[in-house]
Nanobody, 122 residues
Framework: QVQLVESGGGVVQAGGSLRLSCAAS????????MGWFRQSPGKERDFVATLDWSRGSILSTKYANSVKDRFTISRDNAKNTVYLQMNSLKPEDTAVYYC????????????WGQGTQVTVSS
């Protein structure tokens, strides 16, 4: 019942910034988690960041160690959209980024977006 639409990917030089957006449509829940994952060629999909949400408030945010202090996950409640602000980008951040929705916040993601390419050039 939920569809995720991603945007904001592109090409940026190392040290630059980029903001990804993921808009959710369809049924919503009082408690859920939305997260960002990424996958580079030849590698499995890896966790980047998650945001836990309950009754109109952010419960917590989590980040992979590789992006901690550089990336920030946030939500715009008015637009029903989650963002990933990426600063100080590195070439190793290059990947296809996917947003996902964990509808009950238990850790298994039920819905995924199509992915958006992020390329960081050196």
């Amino acid at each position: 019942q939920v569809q995720l639409v991603e945007s904001g990917g592109g090409v940026v030089q190392a040290g630059g910034s980029l903001r990804l957006s993921c808009a959710a449509s369809g049924r919503t829940f009082n408690r859920y988690a939305m997260g960002w994952f990424r996958q580079s060629p030849g590698k499995e999909r890896d966790f980047v960041a998650t945001l836990d949400w309950s009754r109109g408030s952010i419960l917590s945010t989590k980040y992979a160690n590789s992006v901690k202090d550089r990336f920030t996950i946030s939500r715009d409640n008015a637009k029903n959209t989650v963002y990933l602000q990426m600063n100080s980008l590195k070439p190793e951040d290059t990947a296809v980024y996917y947003c996902g929705l964990d509808q009950d916040g238990l850790g298994e993601y039920d819905y995924w977006g199509q992915g958006t390419q992020v390329t960081v050039s050196s």
